[in-house]
């Protein structure tokens, strides 16, 4: 009997070591070990595909929220943030069915269809590439698409992890296409490419006015209206900015939602 409860004993705590283990030795993800050149990777090449059978559900859900699929990527053009993923994804399975492969030029996008080619265009240093869109993500409230290294690499966001970038979808036989990832010999100024948190938009300016009161109450930073007009109407927006990284705005993100304003999410201007 004693026995028994001894082994019991060693059995629990040999598990629990190797939760802590685990928990401790979690794989990170990161670049290769050793920098691969990847200045002769080529873009994506748009061709026409068929739909991915597995990666365009109506709807899917993520950590409690809901993502609705596009049915279409005609038009589609959006500037956000951008990030990228590497090691610990590579070779695995992507929401198309595809393996993950960092050297190839793709991309993972919470709406657009799989799969889509977009060209990316890093607003603060004018470099653009080509991607097929083959992977769901990234889920992060913050962030737009998720590059493979080898893009992120090109796009020159690796070191920094994240690059405010315009993506643009590409339809077959109507767009010229990006051949190569082209940098500008000045960046392209802050006024070109502004970081603002944006945490409402409304129909009348009075209401725009009472919540940019209210938060102006909360923070120091400066707090502005932003009207936008519309053929149905204008939109007032209230935005906190320009900010002076995507990593304050994440953060001035989760202080406001901690005060109760659980819309605020970063725009680009």
């Avoid at 080529?42 to 595909?49: I, L, T, Y």
């Amino acid at each position: 009997m004693i026995w028994t409860k001894l082994k019991l004993l060693a059995v629990t705590v040999l598990y629990f070591t190797l939760v802590a283990c685990g928990s401790i030795i979690e794989k990170q993800d990161s670049a290769p070990v050793t920098t691969p050149d990847v200045s002769s990777v080529p873009n994506a090449v748009p061709r026409d595909e068929p739909r991915s059978k597995y990666g365009n559900p109506a709807h899917y859900e993520v950590f409690g929220k809901r993502y609705y699929t596009l049915n279409t990527s005609r038009g589609y053009q959006e500037k956000g943030i951008a990030s990228w993923y590497g090691t610990k994804f590579h070779g695995k399975r992507t929401s198309s069915g595809e393996p993950y492969d960092m050297y190839a030029m793709t991309a993972a996008h919470k709406t657009l269809p799989l799969p889509t080619y977009v060209e990316v265009t890093n607003l603060n240093n004018g470099r653009k590439v080509v991607v097929k869109v083959n992977d769901r993500g990234p889920f992060h409230d913050n962030r737009l698409i998720d590059l493979s290294y080898s893009a992120a690499t090109k796009l020159d966001i690796v070191g920094k992890g994240t690059g405010m970038v315009e993506v643009r979808a590409i339809t077959i036989g109507e767009a010229p296409v990006t051949t190569v990832a082209t940098p500008v010999k000045q960046p392209i100024t802050s006024d070109y490419a502004g970081l603002y948190l944006q945490v409402g938009a409304f129909s009348t300016s009075s209401r725009a006015e009472q919540l940019k009161n209210k938060i102006q109450q909360q923070i120091g930073d400066a707090v502005l209206i932003v009207p936008l007009n519309k053929p149905e109407g204008s939109v007032y927006r209230v935005r906190i900015g320009p900010l002076a990284s995507v990593e304050y705005g994440d953060s001035l993100a989760s202080r406001l939602v901690d005060l109760g304003f659980n819309d605020a999410h970063i725009v680009i201007e």
